[in-house]
């Protein structure tokens, strides 16, 4: 008999999920369940779950594996509240939350199986609407388990094999110590950026305009959803603070130095940041998820943009964002084109090359 699988909020990561489960295990029995009634109502119109449950109880009762794909109160709520249920003896519960010490504490008081889960993947969009059933293809997925057995975790990730994700386990310290550094600490210096930013466009207001380029490619991860952010540092208050201290120290060398006009360390520091950041992997997705960019150079005429998108939109590569960042009477201007994953890119990139003679190049 088919599992029946219960996915608690449909915003993007739990349609996403859905969408995914349905492509290796069409047979699964996908029920959801989300406080706002538009969202389920699309979820059945475009077929993301099989039913909608009338309230969280009904659906869990007749589950076998529970899916919160909810921020972290929000699901230590609902942990507590199954605790409470009837629920079949051998279901299996797990989470997409960001953080994870606080819900594994609750998770050993549980009467049932409980993994925590955290798919280290996301989208320029936000909701439903933005679902994707390869969002988490070759993104890390995250794991964490204190008490189940390993039989369980081959279960989830069985019924999660077709996100083509990358498991791995680990202790939710662990996690939580890694997103605090790769993923929580840039958010926090890219929106104070932002924000430092804006006080300085009140004393000079050309500012804002040249705030573009450089400047906004390096603060995009600010236009992050304000309410989960709030709950991410809310939930992973030790280990952020300590990035945080750790971070005022190196701003504080960086200020000395530039006091004391210490040439030999000004180098040193950028030339170690540059050695450090180009051994990074190029186009993995880690705890913040990759910006999948091409840039082309185009001549300043008429229709040159839509030739571009059309070519595209004919060899079906979606795009999801489009800026032009410069364009200036004869000369070149750069479109920067982005895309929802590495795939999409490199078909952008091998199809432009072929149909045109323009130049495109990757970050």
């Not at 060398?253 to 540059?274: G, L, M």
Request: net charge neutral.
């Amino acid at each position: 008999m088919e599992q029946k699988v219960f996915i608690v909020g449909l915003g993007l990561i739990g349609s996403s999920l859905a969408l995914a489960i349905k492509s290796k295990h069409p047979k699964v029995e996908l029920s959801g369940f989300d406080l706002h009634e538009t969202t389920g109502e699309i979820a059945l119109k475009k077929g993301i779950v099989t039913k909608m449950a009338n309230n969280f109880a009904q659906g869990a009762l007749d589950a076998d594996i529970i899916i919160l794909a909810v921020p972290v109160f929000k699901t230590i709520s609902y942990l507590e509240e199954l605790a409470k249920l009837p629920l079949k003896e051998d279901v299996l519960v797990t989470d997409v939350a960001s953080t994870k010490e606080q819900i594994m504490a609750t998770a050993k008081t549980l009467p049932f199986s409980f993994i925590g889960g955290h798919p280290m993947a996301g989208s320029h969009k936000s909701g439903i609407k933005a679902a994707d059933a390869h969002l988490f293809e070759n993104a890390y997925y995250i794991m964490t388990n204190q008490k189940e057995s390993q039989n369980k975790v081959i279960l989830l990730q069985e019924l999660l094999s077709g996100t083509k994700a990358k498991f791995v386990e680990l202790t939710a310290n662990e996690h939580d110590q890694i997103t605090a550094m790769l993923s929580h600490l840039p958010h926090i210096i890219a929106a104070a950026l932002v924000t430092q930013g804006d006080c300085f466009n009140q004393e000079h207001p050309r500012a804002k305009q040249l705030a573009a380029g450089g400047f906004r490619d390096i603060t995009r991860i600010a236009s992050s959803d304000p309410k989960m952010w709030t709950e991410i540092l809310l939930s992973n208050q030790a280990a952020i603070l300590q990035q945080l201290d750790n971070w005022q120290k190196e701003i504080m060398k960086v200020k000395k130095w530039v006091t004391n006009s210490d040439q030999k360390e000004i180098f040193h520091f950028f030339d170690q940041a540059k050695d450090n950041r180009d051994s990074l992997p190029v186009h993995k997705n880690g705890a913040i998820p990759a910006f999948y960019d091409l840039y082309v150079d185009v001549p300043d005429e008429p229709g040159v943009v839509a030739e571009v998108t059309g070519l595209l939109g004919h060899h079906q590569i979606n795009l999801i964002n489009l800026k032009i960042q410069e364009t200036r009477e004869d000369v070149n201007g750069i479109l920067q084109i982005s895309f929802r994953n590495e795939n999409d890119l490199m078909r952008a990139k091998a199809c432009l090359l072929k149909h045109t003679n323009y130049p495109t190049r990757l970050k």
